[in-house]
């Protein structure tokens, strides 16, 4: 029953920081063997792994975005983060927020939100 909603602006002008919000209702981002990760895809090509905070507080990011993401998560407020920096019209895509659970070499996508999208533009 867990539900996942990605905010923040649609519109970012390059070299600026894109900043997105997940906020989780239903479940706790603390919960034990869950990744809270970002996913985007760019306009007419595939889903590409962003990085993600574990339930523990661990991060793990892609290779190729590592230099330039930043998650971070505020269990307070059930939420996680993801900060893009010096963010070019290349990274315009449709962001999304998911769970994933990790346990015993078995890891799948259980819940995602909807998807929001994020324009770099000048």
């Known amino acids: 029953q867990v539900q996942l909603q990605e905010s923040g602006p649609g519109l970012v002008k390059p070299s600026q920081t894109l900043s997105l919000t997940c906020t989780v209702s239903?479940?706790?981002?603390?919960?034990?063997?869950?990744?809270w990760s970002w996913i985007r895809q760019p306009p007419g090509k595939g889903l590409e792994w962003m990085g993600a905070?574990?339930?523990?507080?661990?991060?793990y990011y892609s290779p190729s975005l590592k230099s330039r993401t930043s998650i971070s998560r505020d269990t307070s407020k059930n939420q996680f983060t993801l900060q893009l920096s010096s963010v070019t019209p290349e990274d315009t895509a449709v962001y999304y927020c998911?769970?994933?659970?990790?346990?015993?070499?078995?890891?799948?996508?259980?819940?995602w939100g909807q998807g929001t999208q994020v324009t770099v533009s000048s």
């Open positions: 239903g479940g706790s981002i603390t919960t034990n063997y869950y990744y």
């Open positions: 998911a769970r994933r659970w990790v346990v015993s070499g078995t890891s799948r996508f259980d819940s």
């Open positions: 905070i574990v339930y523990s507080g661990s991060t």
